[in-house]
């Protein structure tokens, strides 16, 4: 059987936000526990504090998507789609970039079968 290759993302949006429920650690260990479940191999994590309404600035995020362009792993593994943007339409263009190489977007909080 195919290792899964996983590339994490966590990110937030400012300091408050890092001592909440979504702190970089909290998405960490969700995101770890949740690969180990499924016997995942976590390749590359990626981690930005950085507001989620643009795409502009995002540098580790830019870097996943070259990394989805050249196939060099399967699943994006994130908390929830909020941390990936909370722009639609960004959102949109990030996961058809990612579907165009097959690649999943996982969402820790919200998995589907």
């Known amino acids: 059987m195919k290792s899964v290759r996983v590339v994490t993302y966590y990110r937030v949006s400012t300091i408050v936000q890092e001592k909440k429920e979504n702190s970089i ?26 507001s989620g309404q643009t795409l502009e600035f995002r540098v580790e995020l830019q870097k996943i998507l070259r990394m989805a362009e050249r196939q060099e792993f399967d699943v994006l593994l994130i908390k929830d789609m909020t941390r990936l943007s909370r722009n639609i339409k960004n959102y949109l263009e990030i996961e058809e970039t990612l579907h165009a190489n097959n690649i999943q977007i996982i969402q820790v909080d919200f998995p589907t079968d």
């Not at 526990?33 to 016997?39: G, V």
């Not at 995942?40 to 981690?47: A, D, R, T």
């Open 25 to 50: 650690i909290s998405q960490k260990h969700l995101c770890k526990n949740f690969a180990e479940t499924k016997k995942w191999n976590i390749i590359k994590e990626f981690e930005e504090a950085i």
